[in-house]
């Protein structure tokens, strides 16, 4: 995801968020990366946020933080216009050096122990990532 200053302008925005994280402290690192890169506001599906330690930039302060029962109630609440982005690896994901970032995208990050469901992957518009086997194809939906 490029930063701001790096080319996206004041235009547009993202979001990023966790499905089931495993640990807490994912959730932080997940929080300090929304402050490094602007984003518009983070989210967590499944597993509320406690405040932790590993989110050194205290970014709820900041940036919004919602919270969604399931990946199915994430969807029913995106912003008009703004498409799902599923970063995975998976054979059918778009190599990240040649992904063109929507204007405006959420980017939705897998548990770091099993990813995304296949449903959560196939749900997405975008699929972002490198497969296993490097043979990436992009493959909307």
């Not at 089931?20 to 690192?29: A, E, I, L, P």
């Not at 967590?44 to 709820?60: E, F, K």
């Not at 990240?96 to 897998?110: D, N, Q, S, W």
Request: proline share 6%.
């Amino acid at each position: 995801m490029p930063r701001r200053s790096q080319g996206r302008g004041k235009r547009g925005f993202l979001a990023i968020g966790l499905v089931h994280s495993k640990t807490k402290q994912n959730v932080g690192t997940l929080l300090r990366s929304a402050s490094l890169y602007e984003v518009a506001f983070v989210f967590t599906v499944g597993h509320r946020y406690q405040r932790q330690a590993s989110d050194t930039l205290n970014t709820p302060l900041h940036t919004p933080l919602f919270h969604f029962a399931t990946v199915d109630d994430l969807v029913e609440h995106l912003p008009q216009s703004c498409p799902l982005v599923g970063v995975e690896l998976d054979p059918r994901a778009f190599p990240l050096g040649k992904f063109t970032h929507p204007e405006r995208a959420c980017y939705l990050l897998g548990a770091e122990d099993h990813g995304l469901s296949m449903a959560d992957r196939d749900r997405g518009a975008w699929r972002e990532g490198r497969d296993a086997s490097s043979q990436s194809t992009h493959q909307g939906t």
